[in-house]
T-cell receptor
Framework: QKEVEQNSGPLSVPEGAIASLNCTYS??????FFWYRQYSGKSPELIMSIYSNGDKEDGRFTAQLNKASQYVSLLIRDSQPSDSATYLCAPAGGGSYIPTFGRGTSLIVHP | DVKVTQSSRYLVKRTGEKVFLECVQD?????MFWYRQDPGLGLRLIYF???????EKGDIPEGYSVSREKKERFSLILESASTNQTSMYLCASSFPDRGGEQYFGPGTRLTVT
C-alpha cells in the first residue's frame, strides 16, 4: 500500500509571499504526480500534474519532482487570500494509474 | 467543460435503509470512481469502474456495492446504512490512461441517523 505523507498544517503565509507545500510518497512505482486544490465545502480540483524530474511552471504555481528522493512539492508565488484551501498530493503509478491521495495540507493566506 | 453531477448534495437516511447515490458524467470517460472523505482521514477509494459492468474494489469496499449499466452513470449503493457511513461521498471520472487526472462531482453529504 502506497503511503503519501503531507504536513496537515495549517500553513499560514502573508499575502504576496511564497507558499511551499511538500509531499513524500513511499513507493518507487509512482510515475505521475498530481496536485489538487480543495476549498472548504467543495470538491477537489486538479491544478497541476508533473511526470518527470525537475520543475513545471504554470502561472503562479510551480511543481517540483525528485523521484530519487520520492519527493514532490508545490510552490505558490505571490500568494493570494483566494489560494487559501487544502492542497492534496496524489502520486499515481503501476498498471492502473489510479492515484493515492494524501490527507492534504491546509494553506491560509492572510492579508 | 467536464461536468460530473451527483444526485443529491445532502441526504439524511435512517439506520438500515438502502441508499442509492448516483453520479453522471458527460465527458465520455471510461473510468469512474467513488470516494468517501472524512476529517483527518482524507479521500479513500471505495470502488472504481473502468468500463460498463466492470468494477474493482478500492481500499474500503465493505458495506458498499456499485452498479455501472451505462458508461456515463455510476451508482454507489449502501445495502443497509449504518451510522459509521455518515460521510461526504465524492464521485470522479477520468480517461483510462489518465487515471490521475480526475474530475470530481460536487459531493453528497450523507447523514445516517
Amino acid at each position: 500500500q502506497k503511503e503519501v505523507e503531507q504536513n496537515s498544517g495549517p500553513l499560514s503565509v502573508p499575502e504576496g509571499a511564497i507558499a511551499s507545500l511538500n509531499c513524500t510518497y513511499s513507493d518507487r512505482v509512482s510515475q505521475s504526480f498530481f496536485w489538487y486544490r480543495q476549498y472548504s465545502g467543495k470538491s477537489p480540483e486538479l491544478i497541476m500534474s508533473i511526470y518527470s524530474n525537475g520543475d513545471k511552471e504554470d502561472g503562479r504555481f510551480t511543481a517540483q519532482l525528485n523521484k530519487a528522493s520520492q519527493y514532490v512539492s508545490l510552490l505558490i508565488r505571490d500568494s493570494q487570500p483566494s489560494d487559501s484551501a487544502t492542497y492534496l498530493c496524489a502520486p499515481a503509478g503501476g498498471g492502473s494509474y489510479i492515484p493515492t491521495f494524501g490527507r492534504g495540507t491546509s494553506l491560509i493566506v492572510h492579508p | 467543460d467536464v461536468k460530473v453531477t451527483q444526485s443529491s448534495r445532502y441526504l439524511v437516511k435512517r439506520t438500515g435503509e438502502k441508499v442509492f447515490l448516483e453520479c453522471v458524467q458527460d465527458m465520455d470517460h471510461e473510468n469512474m470512481f467513488w470516494y468517501r472523505q472524512d476529517p483527518g482521514l482524507g479521500l479513500r477509494l471505495i470502488y472504481f469502474s473502468y468500463d460498463v459492468k466492470m468494477k474493482e474494489k478500492g481500499d474500503i469496499p465493505e458495506g458498499y456495492s456499485v452498479s455501472r449499466e451505462k458508461k456515463e452513470r455510476f451508482s454507489l449503493i449502501l445495502e443497509s446504512a449504518s451510522t459509521n457511513q455518515t460521510s461526504m461521498y465524492l464521485c470522479a471520472s477520468s480517461f483510462p490512461d489518465r487515471g490521475g487526472e480526475q474530475y470530481f462531482g460536487p459531493g453528497t453529504r450523507l447523514t445516517v441517523t
